[in-house]
């Protein structure tokens, strides 16, 4: 690697002044997983890194009146395990799940997953389905956006150069929805996604509500397909429907080809697992309603 | 530069080197233990594997700087001088290794799925030793010696717990190991 000096953050504070001083000449370092990869493949980079994986503030999931709240440092080893995740959006943790394999789950951090800001992240389409809020901070300013406004392009983010992503929020009322994760890779382990789904909504007197749909891997970031969240929003569950709703996130994606796969095969897989997901997510709604019945 | 400490097998050890020095580096080149392997170099192999505070990490994807203070656990650090680890004993029945550049990492995340669960399923072990790459074995020996590992450690605890009197630590490596040869100061054996 190039050389470059790391100064391991001793508060969030310590952090957000590095920043301020030092803005453009440095980077933040949460898990590694990703950056030190990046470093090692020679791409240039900041002289300093401020390493904010031992940010104990930085770290753990909670319920507050906004919602559930995830530091940004927590590890996606961490979400797999939380019991709140499980009992409140266990999407994410089906999400988790399917990053790298052990050891990089046991480092990788769900806002280092965010903000590497790469169109194929299993993080991002669960979250934008869930409308992630998010909390950042500069040494001079708190702010917070929806996850939409995060992505910019692919390996490029809205965050200023002196700011810090330090927590994701699952709104309160986005809680305990029906959703499903797929995730489709050329292997079971340690790929990446070719396409990967997030899918969920509520269902009232046997209508959707409410259809989240978001897409990864499949356009310059992790996008929602807002028409066939439209076409399906107020109408009755049905195997059509839900089809119909796959060949028209399939249309309005913009996949590219690649050495992983063509833009044509991307499209197919995505009609095909946003079908299923939609009805992974309403076999697991009419289960919830089962359950709560009982 | 980045100065630090960090338990290494039981032993403490200090070191000072570059920032950009990876935890296998600090391993390999600074502590002289060979054992974690470079394969890819990125994160993809697995070859590289060590524990850190009781979780599998790639130590190429670690900072020196980053175990500063923690417990690393390398493949030099698992048999007693008496005895190979249940786990090696089972990787050696059953010639789970063939090149053996693997071996190091996969039987550490091996050890802490088992420290974690004592009796995984297939499937669960397949999960454990995904982020593994192994050309030679086609892993299906890999997954039988680990399902026979999970067997010898369930029987020795079965053993300890039926002898109330004695204190017996399951893995009692860490404390019963002699430090190996080494260049680097380690300030605390000293006191001790």
Request: hydrophobic share 45%; aromatic share 2%.
């Amino acid at each position: 690697m190039t050389p470059f000096d790391c100064v391991t953050a001793r508060s969030l504070d310590h952090a957000l002044a590095l920043l301020e001083t030092h803005g453009a000449g440095a980077q933040v370092m949460a898990g590694g997983t990703d950056l030190l990869v990046e470093r090692k493949t020679g791409s240039e980079a900041p002289g300093l890194l401020i390493d904010i994986s031992r940010l104990s503030e930085l770290r753990g999931i909670h319920l507050t009146d906004a919602g559930l709240e995830i530091g940004a440092a927590t590890t996606h080893t961490d979400i797999m395990r939380s019991t709140l995740v499980d009992a409140l959006c266990p999407v994410l943790a089906e999400a988790a799940r399917e990053i790298g394999a052990v050891q990089t789950r046991n480092l990788g951090t769900i806002g280092g997953n965010l903000v590497t800001c790469v169109p194929s992240m299993d993080s991002g389409p669960a979250l934008l389905a869930l409308d992630a809020l998010l909390s950042i901070a500069s040494r001079r300013a708190r702010r917070h956006i929806g996850l939409d406004a995060l992505f910019v392009g692919p390996r490029k983010t809205s965050l200023g150069r002196e700011e810090l992503l330090t927590s994701i929020v699952v709104p309160r009322e986005n809680l305990r929805m029906a959703m499903c994760f797929l995730k489709f890779g050329l292997r079971k382990g340690q790929a990446l996604a070719l396409v990967n789904v997030a899918a969920g909504f509520r269902l009232h007197n046997g209508a959707l509500r409410d259809v989240r749909i978001a897409l990864g891997a499949v356009a310059p970031t992790v996008i929602r397909a807002a028409e066939a969240q439209g076409y399906l929003e107020g109408r009755p569950f049905s195997a059509e429907a839900v089809a119909e709703a796959g060949r028209i996130a399939a249309h309005e994606a913009r996949p590219i080809s690649d050495f992983r796969a063509s833009a044509a095969y991307r499209k197919d897989l995505i009609a095909v697992l946003t079908r299923r997901a939609l009805d992974t997510a309403h076999t697991r709604a009419a289960t919830a309603r089962l359950e709560e019945a009982a | 530069m980045s100065s630090l400490i960090v338990t290494v097998n039981g032993a403490k050890r200090s070191a000072s080197v570059p920032s950009e020095t990876t935890l296998l580096e600090l391993l390999r080149e600074h502590f002289g233990l060979t054992g974690a392997k470079r394969g890819c170099d990125v994160g993809d192999c697995g070859a590289c594997t060590v524990i850190v505070d009781g979780i599998a990490v790639n130590a190429c994807l670690m900072l020196a700087s980053q175990v500063n203070g923690r417990s690393v656990l390398t493949i030099e650090g698992l048999a007693t001088k008496d005895a190979l680890h249940p786990l090696q004993q089972a990787f050696e029945q059953h010639a789970a290794l063939q090149c053996g550049f693997c071996g190091p990492g996969v039987i550490l995340s091996a050890k802490a799925l088992l420290d974690e669960k004592e009796n995984p399923d297939r499937h669960e072990i397949r999960e454990a030793l995904a982020g593994h790459l192994c050309r030679c074995t086609g892993y299906v020996k890999i997954i039988e010696a680990v399902e026979e590992a999970a067997r010898l450690l369930r029987e020795r605890r079965a053993e300890v717990s039926s002898m109330p009197e004695i204190e017996a630590p399951l893995t009692p490596a860490l404390e019963r190991l002699a430090p190996d040869e080494g260049t680097c100061n380690r300030p605390e054996e000293r006191q001790s």
